[in-house]
């Protein structure tokens, strides 16, 4: 595996791999990898003859500077463990190398982009993905992109982005990977101490209760969402939201597949986890 900082040798190399006739992969990420990450470089290292991942904490997105002052940064340990996955090119470029002097385009998604995410971290977060997802689109220039479910409003920002500015990448969406105790993997969850990382539990239990009570036949919003909430005990969820998965508009009754998604911050740490609730049929009337 090769690591290159800058975007003339990420085109150079890309550009080689396409004459070649290889179908190239980009894996966009922040770094300080799990096995989410692992999971999404697995999937691209099955699609592609060529796989490049992006590492890049992305100060555009970050609403609070503390936050990305203490994001994980393990590059030496991503690059090993990138490498062992099969994986071509760990492109890592430096901040000014992607916002160089004078930079002052900024591609954003409305409507989507303005809720639950949006509204709590602020409508330049989502602008800020939107931005760097754009840019690593265009320098990478992949047959197709990889990206987790775990950031479900993030992957329906990005469709649309995509879809909306007619990008030729396709998006592929990869499942949640999670702790055998439920809790969804994540960069941040290094920071939180034993009994934050206790708490944390509450996010994918309340989900699950959501999941359990649509299962059983409960298609009332209201009803669903405080069975969930109640399951979180003392943590307060940032929120606590039923959602059409394409649209992110509220729902009150649960007719189709719909996302429940919550947001909270446990101790030093806001996390985020999300599932989708499918109803089950109404009864044939006889
Ligand atoms: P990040 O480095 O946190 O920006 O994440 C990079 C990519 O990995 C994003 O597409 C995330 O949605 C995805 N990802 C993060 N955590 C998980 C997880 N637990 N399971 C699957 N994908 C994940």
Redo the contacts with the bound molecule.
């Keep these: 595996m090769i690591v290159l900082r800058t975007k003339a040798e990420v085109r150079a190399h890309v550009a080689q791999a396409r004459a070649a006739g290889r179908r190239v992969a980009l894996?966009?990420?922040?770094?300080?990898f799990?096995a989410?990450?692992h999971?999404?470089m697995r999937a691209a290292r099955e699609a592609a003859d060529e796989v490049v991942v992006s590492l890049f904490v992305n100060p555009a997105q970050f609403n609070d500077a503390g936050d990305l002052a203490a994001y994980p940064r393990s590059e030496a340990n991503d690059a090993v463990e990138a490498g062992e996955r099969g994986v071509d090119v760990l492109f890592a470029p430096p901040v000014s190398e992607i916002y160089p002097e004078g930079f002052a385009t900024t591609v954003s998604v409305a409507g989507l982009s303005e809720v639950l995410e949006g509204a709590n971290r602020g409508p330049g977060h989502f602008a800020g993905v939107c931005t760097v997802v754009c840019k690593l689109l265009n320098i990478v220039a992949p047959d197709v992109a990889?990206?987790?479910?775990?950031?479900a409003q993030?992957?329906a920002v990005v469709k649309r982005m995509v879809r909306d500015l007619d990008m030729p990448s396709r998006i592929e969406v990869?499942?949640?990977?999670?702790e055998p105790d439920g809790l969804?993997?994540?960069?941040r969850n290094v920071r939180l101490g034993p009994a934050d990382r206790e708490r944390a539990l509450a996010l994918s239990r309340a989900l699950q209760t959501a999941r359990s009570a649509v299962a059983a036949g409960e298609r009332d919003v209201a009803t669903v969402q405080a069975a969930a909430v109640t399951e979180m005990g003392d943590l307060e969820p940032e929120y606590l939201a039923i959602v059409d998965p394409l649209s992110f508009t509220p729902l009150t009754t649960i007719a189709a597949p719909a996302l429940v998604l919550v947001a909270a911050q446990v101790g030093p740490v806001r996390l985020i986890d999300n599932l989708v609730l499918e109803p089950v049929p109404a009864p044939v009337a006889t």
């Design positions: 894996v966009p990420t922040m770094g300080a799990h989410g990450h999971a999404l990889y990206f987790g479910q775990k950031d993030q992957v990869m499942p949640t990977v999670r969804a993997l994540s960069s």
